[in-house]
């Protein structure tokens, strides 16, 4: 079974930082894309940040120039640091690793548990 198990979340101050980690088992984590998403109480979950098997990021506009995605193969694990943040920055963060092969047509996602970020005075 897929299992990602996430850490780092917790209370900070505006203009703080926090880094946030995510580690997979029971996949070829190296071959997968993976991403970091959140989610406030009433609100669609939204993508913050993803990153491929090679590397290449991509951010989502609210976050740019403040966090950075990053992976480790060898230790199967992703993580996010945050920087500079702010109370719009308070959601659960999740942790998704998507499943793509040549043969299926469909991907398959797995999801944390989720790690809550809150950003106040």
């Known amino acids: 079974q897929v299992q990602l198990v996430e850490s780092g979340g917790g209370l900070v101050q505006p203009g703080g930082s926090l880094t946030l980690s995510c580690v997979a088992s029971?996949?070829?984590?190296?071959?997968?894309?993976m991403g970091w998403y959140r989610q406030v109480p009433g609100k669609q979950r939204e993508l913050v940040a993803v990153?491929?098997?090679?590397?290449?990021?991509n951010y989502a506009d609210s976050v740019k120039g403040r966090f950075t995605i990053s992976r480790d193969n060898a230790k199967n694990t992703m993580y996010l640091q945050m920087n500079r943040l702010k109370p719009e920055d308070t959601a659960v963060y999740y942790c998704?690793?998507?499943?793509?092969?040549?043969?299926?047509?469909?991907?398959?996602?797995?999801w944390g548990q989720g790690t809550q970020v809150t950003v106040s005075s």
């Open positions: 990153i491929t098997s090679g590397g290449m990021t």
């Open positions: 029971g996949s070829i984590f190296s071959i997968d894309a």
């Open positions: 998704n690793q998507q499943l793509r092969r040549l043969t299926w047509s469909t991907p398959i996602n797995y």
